[in-house]
């Protein structure tokens, strides 16, 4: 058995995008890359942590050493959390897609020749965050949340840490400016009940270093 801080604890991170289907063939996207959630459940394994990877259609491999639950829709990742618990901490890196396709085709939709579109109606998808945060039962004993923003990033991490009713947000900034969705660097600030910590920018694998880190110290 391997040793570490994290040695026998269960830590579950979501990571990479959903795929939300608008018809057999066709889907709807964002460009999350998985990259920070990948960086992040390979350095809790470096610790020790026994980590399920819930991960939607990344672009970058999952970490060799985790378990690997692949999957599309944000419904699946929902099942699939709710399937991977108890765990001690839960990391929700992924970029979930707030609405799947309502009226999605079940056969490929064509065109039909009268020049019209045909028109995506929208349902909300589940907020596994939120979910998991409020479990009267089984709830991690940490639970941390991601905030992708493109403006007053502080502000707006604060309240959805309140709203989502999770014990920390890793926000960051992510205008098209910045390059940090898709790309390697991050700058993240780390919101806990004692307040706002900014990080200066470093690589997504020093940001995940330190988080294990904090999260090894966290859970004691
Ligand atoms: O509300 P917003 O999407 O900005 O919240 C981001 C955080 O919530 C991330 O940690 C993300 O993984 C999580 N989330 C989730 N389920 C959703 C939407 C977001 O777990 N449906």
Known sequence: LGGGPLA?????????????????????????????????AAALRDLGADVTFVTGPASVPPPAGVRVVRVETAREMLAAVEAALPA??????????????????????????????????????????????????????????????????????????????????VANDVSPATGIMGGAENAVVLITDAGAE????????AVARQLAARIAAALG
């Open 88 to 169: 001690e901490a839960a990391i929700f890196a992924a970029a979930v897609a707030d609405w799947r396709v309502a009226n999605a085709g079940v056969q490929k939709m064509k065109k039909d020749g009268s020049g019209r579109a045909p028109a995506l109606e929208f349902a909300e998808n589940p907020d596994i965050l939120a979910t998991v945060s409020r479990l009267a039962e089984g709830r991690p004993r940490l639970v941390v949340g991601f905030a992708a923003e493109t403006e007053t990033v502080v502000d707006h991490a604060t309240a959805k840490r309140a709203r989502k009713g999770c014990d920390w947000i």
């Open 198 to 205: 900014a990080w200066p920018r470093m690589g997504k694998d």
């Open 8 to 40: 026998g604890r269960h830590v579950l991170v979501t990571s990479g995008p959903t795929h939300e289907p608008i018809d057999p063939v066709r889907y709807i996207a964002n460009r999350s890359s998985g990259a920070q959630g990948t960086a992040l």
